[in-house]
């Protein structure tokens, strides 16, 4: 029946451009997340994602991108370039990516696809694992883009499972708990064989959510933060406070080790690191010690605003949660938000701490973030902080200190650094 109604249709194969079109070469499909976007917001999109992808491919190897609806297709060009899989892990990474397989190239013309699929089927089966002769079960999806295919997705399945069964007497048929899955997409006039789909980070692609300044410490909270907002398309730049010589250079190190990891989701990472022990030795010195963590964050604020007004920004970041600490009263909030002349997004602030834990560890943050060095915030620490801030008097206590020229002071000894997608670890395979 359904070979019937291939034959009817008559549907012509495509000319394939292949010396040989028995595939021998691997690809690697790049599917993109957030198809509802509309108009010119999508294509924006798209174009995009395939820039980052190039941006984040191009210092390890030589890849060729074919962009397509939604998609893009990489592999090693005419003359043998980079690392397929390398290219998967890197690309695993970019915020915008909804999935990506491994793929194998094959004629679409049904005889010789299902040609191709056997032997494909063949490997796949005997890098399984699944040895000896115990059933297997096995299932088929296939999924047709190109509309025009006389097959649908339903009808080349069960051709493909068919031949698949007549070929391997020990596979059988289970839709919902299959151990071998055989996939095949009708793309265009190409179609492609894969055993996975591994997911990305879904969200929309960095550089088309505009650019926010992200208040990122050694903790756990703020990388996180950094990451969630590149997942919507903000480019971020790192602004980092650091009180030498009172907080030794490990904790520095620690800030620079987490922005370049955060380095592998967005094609351009900026770290400021700013000195911020003269301030905080004014503030310990002239105001109330129970406002000291607020007068921090109101001052790292201030030097934030100026900072994104050099970069371009319009929004800051930070990783606060309502509850978490002490500064983070709704109270104490309100009166730290009022330097900030940006709106302050806080992905985090309705999350719990575990929440976060395990978040983190998925992006690999974590484990950098839990080694044990001090953070310019806990110097100098009260006993018993504040947690109902009041503004006058949180302002009042201001007034003893040389407001403006202690943020002069921070921003004449800005350390910048740029990291790029030459910083991917190459062995990170999460
Ligand atoms: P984190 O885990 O992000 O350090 P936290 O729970 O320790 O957060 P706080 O230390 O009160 O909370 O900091 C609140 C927010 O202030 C942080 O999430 C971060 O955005 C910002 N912040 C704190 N310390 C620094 C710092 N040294 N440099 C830059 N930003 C900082
Ligand atoms: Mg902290």
Redesign the pocket.
Known sequence: MVMEQYHQRRWKSPVLTHANPVMTESSLIVRFSETTLKGRNRSAFERRMAENIAVHLAPHGKFRIVREMARVTIDRGANGGGDLRLAAAIVKGLPGVANLSLARAAPSALDALTEAAMSYLDEMLSRSGLAGDRPVRFRVAASRKNKRYPLNSMELAAHLGAAALKRHPRLEVNLTQAELVLRVEIAGGAAWLFEEKTPGPGGLAVGTGGKAVC???G????PL?AYLLMTRGVSVVH????SYPFIGQKSKEKVHDLVRLLARHQPASRLIVAPFAATQVAIRDHCPEGMR?ILY?RF?NRVANRVAGNEGAGALI???SVG??A??TLQNIRVIEATAELPVLRPLIGISKTEIVERARRIGTYEISIQPFP???TLFQPSRPDTRAKAEAVERAEQRLPVEELVAECLAGLEVTDYGPEYFPGSWDA
């Open positions: 208040l990122t410490s903790g756990i909270d703020s933060a602004l980092n406070f650091h963590t964050r790292m930070t990783g606060e978490q600490v500064s983070q953070d310019c915030c």
